[in-house]
């Protein structure tokens, strides 16, 4: 079970990543004024909306809106805290990590559920959005499992199940 944690976090790292630079960079382009982003970036992000049909990003439904903020506000901050308790072997990381799962779920339910229900979205973009959806599966799975076989502890002794006396 060991090496399949690892092989987890490092598939979450990168993930994680990945959310660190487009979070701030390509979706923050959708609440914030684009004369805040560098005109490359909106011509990446016009380039994506373009090719992929993301008629989400272009016509900004306010349900996505509050999504991005969602991510941004509280998402954001927690792919920091789970790249560094990875990186730094934190006893928390599950914690955070299960946190994440659960939002990331969330806010993909009712991403993937307009976008199926709509009748508007290509397959390729349902291919886009979709590994998001795994990815919270995935965080919110890794967040169930201890981070090692250690045993746990409260404090600086080990917690121990009490013996029942007769």
Known sequence: MGILCKVVDMLLLVAFMVMLVAGPLIDAQLVLPETTFPEVLVR???Q???EYQDYL???KPHFFVALVWLELIFQ???VLLNIYGILASKHWF???CLIYGASVITAMT???GELMGSQKASD???TVYSPFMGLGVLAFLRGLVPNSGKAQTI???PAMAREKRA
Do not use: D, F, S
């Open 48 to 50: 994506y909306a373009e």
């Open 57 to 59: 990003m272009v016509e």
């Open 124 to 126: 390729k973009l349902l």
């Open 44 to 46: 990446l992000k016009q």
């Open 76 to 78: 954001w901050p927690l």
């Open 155 to 157: 404090g600086k002794r």
């Open 94 to 96: 599950h914690t955070t």
């Open 110 to 112: 009712a991403l993937l």
